[in-house]
């Protein structure tokens, strides 16, 4: 666990427009700093970041926060992963508290370093050690340079071992940890034995970078060829994309995602600047692999070997795209090709013409279906029914009347048979997934933010919150946290930080509270007061309403029990509302900053 101290440190240490400026080009804009978004496209920049107050706010996609929310979002990381890149950054070290052995974040990070020094302790041999000659031979042969050895942390596990055992041991690691890897097998109590050997190793990466898991592959033609981790407290196979890490800035560059088969394929493209691929762990396509993809981009190709069964799971693939909420293209390379062997042979440009032409799944599916089942008035039956089963897993009805329409132009299908079957569920999900109406209207909800901005910019209105209690009432379920956690913000430091205080935040508030942070900025205290007053007003007012529909249901309910002395009480109750709301001041709320 990193101390908040520690935290505190770095987050002063560090400059948020240098950060950010690592992924965005950023200009000079007044006291701020803008450029173009990088979670959504845009051609007019509205990303705006602020290095006085050490925070960032997209007014396009509400994307903001303090600069450890900006590596969590953009390079997915957890919290401490982040606080850790910006210290490694500032060449800040940082110690922890001695760590539990339990499933949270500093037992993770103990297990990343396990796998990090076993990888080290592979990639040595590969190029240090004369046992390492032959692998590098095969990469040699099968056109791996150097470069793209070192880039992959490629590595070389011996016929008899590594060393991997006595390694862990002299560095005081738990040999339970290392088995909680897969890294080591054991025969005795005391007996362990390493899991990969007299195979080139290939670390597998999370999208932060660490390595989470690996896999090994036989320099000559025994079985099995690969061989991969298994399930561990880091790794699921099915939510891990290889090479993924290393793609994370072309696919951004390029607003692709191409998916092949093997590790090879990866470091293949990669070499002939085909900078976007990834690759399944011999796992078919799942749906968590194509979610992951959707938070780099929304344009994901699978490639395919041209032969039956490349179509075969091209097809198959289209059903876990439409459950991922993305729709997808498929590309196929020649018959007895792959992508290593075809890129190395016919270079960057031929693959790339394939990736350019690659179909929507949508039609390569309905045509395979054509294919498969047939013209006649059995097959089309068939046909149908498999359309409408895949077709009733959109959540999108817009996507559903568009696929049904390409289904009945490419297949001569009835329209009004499509349609029934797969919007039924369509509709069941979506009244599902309805969200409930906001609790609270636009104009209370124009009080709501104000008033958090005037406190943001003026400590004088912290101290007006803070001592009415009867309009803090008032504030939503939606705001009531911000609210709170300014006033412990001030409370506890005598200030208000914004970048400290939007990461003890959702991510949504955290971001508003960026927003507000920096359309209220250039306001003065007088400014601030006035506009708190009318606000905190109108809360009151809102606050004193409720109660007074509270009073008017007690009442009835006395009524209706024939209670005299409780009708009475709750009457009196009701009056004493009705003058505290006359007594307040009936102005209009009138905004002096613009709200966007």
Not at 23 to 52: D, I, Q, W
Not at 441 to 465: T, Y
Not at 514 to 534: I, N
């Amino acid at each position: 666990m990193i101390s908040p101290e520690k935290i505190t440190e770095i987050r002063q240490r560090a400059s948020i427009v240098e950060v950010i400026s690592d992924y965005v080009t950023l200009k000079k804009a007044g006291r701020n700093h803008m450029g173009l978004c990088p979670f959504h496209g845009e051609k007019t920049p509205s990303f705006t970041v602020s290095e006085e107050k050490g925070i960032y706010h997209c007014f396009g996609c509400h994307a903001g926060g303090s600069v450890f929310n900006f590596l969590m979002q953009y390079d997915h990381l957890t919290f401490p992963e982040a606080v850790e890149r910006v210290a490694k950054r500032y060449g800040i070290v940082i110690e922890r508290s001695e760590r539990s052995r339990g499933t949270g974040a500093g037992d993770r990070e103990y297990l990343y370093r396990i796998n990090e020094r076993a990888a080290a302790n592979y990639q040595k041999i590969l190029f240090h050690h004369p046992e390492g000659r032959k692998a590098l031979e095969y990469l040699t042969s099968r056109g791996v340079d150097e470069a793209a050895a070192h880039k992959f942390v490629l590595g070389y596990a011996p016929q008899g071992g590594s060393g991997l055992v006595q390694l862990l041991r002299q560095e005081n690691v738990a040999m339970d940890d290392a088995l909680r890897l897969g890294l080591l097998g054991q025969r005795t109590p005391r007996q362990y034995h390493e899991k990969f050997f007299a195979r080139l190793i290939f670390p597998i990466a999370n999208p932060a970078g660490k390595i989470v898991a690996f896999g090994g592959r036989v320099l000559d033609n025994a079985l099995p060829k690969y061989l991969n981790s298994s399930e561990t407290p880091l790794f699921h196979k099915g939510a891990t994309l290889y090479g993924l890490y290393q793609a994370k800035e072309g696919i951004r560059k390029s607003d692709r995602v191409v998916v092949v088969e093997g590790y090879l394929d990866v470091i293949a493209l990669a070499q002939h600047e085909i900078s976007y691929s990834v690759a399944t762990l011999g796992t078919a396509l799942t749906v968590d692999h194509i979610r992951l993809l959707s938070r780099y981009t929304k344009n994901v190709i699978a490639l395919f070997d041209g032969d039956d069964a490349g179509q075969k799971a091209a097809a198959r693939s289209f059903e876990v795209f439409v459950e991922a909420g993305l729709l997808g293209r498929a590309a196929f390379l020649p018959k007895q090709d792959d992508p290593d062997t075809f890129v190395r042979r016919h270079g960057k440009a031929r693959l790339e013409a394939i990736l350019d032409k690659a179909v929507p799944l949508a039609d390569f599916f309905f045509l395979w279906l054509e294919r498969r089942y047939g013209k006649s008035l059995e097959g089309k039956s068939q046909i149908a029914a498999e359309v409408s089963r895949v077709l009733g897993k959109l959540n999108n009805p817009l996507e559903v009347d568009l696929l049904v329409r390409r289904a009945v132009d490419l297949l001569g299908i009835r329209e009004e048979t499509l349609r029934r079957r797969a919007s039924a569920p369509v509709a069941a999900r979506t009244a599902q997934n309805t969200p409930p109406a906001p609790s609270s209207s636009p104009r209370q909800d124009k009080a709501e933010r104000l008033l958090i901005g005037a406190m943001l910019r003026s400590p004088k209105v912290i101290e007006q919150v803070a001592m009415d209690q009867e309009a803090r009432e008032g504030f939503s379920s939606e705001w009531a946290p911000a609210v709170d956690a300014i006033l412990n913000e001030w409370q506890n430091h005598q200030n208000i930080e914004v970048a400290r205080l939007s990461e003890t935040l959702a991510a949504e508030v955290a971001s508003e509270m960026a927003r507000l942070a920096l359309e209220t900025e250039g306001l003065t205290d007088d400014v601030c007061g006035k506009m708190a007053a009318d606000c905190l007003a109108r809360l009151k007012r809102k606050h004193i309403n409720a109660q007074k529909r509270d009073e008017r249901l007690k009442i009835r309910v006395a009524e209706e029990q024939k209670d005299e002395n409780a009708k009475r009480e709750r009457i009196l109750e009701w009056q004493d509302l009705v003058r505290k709301e006359r007594q307040l001041d009936h102005r209009k709320l009138e905004p002096k900053t613009p709200v966007r």
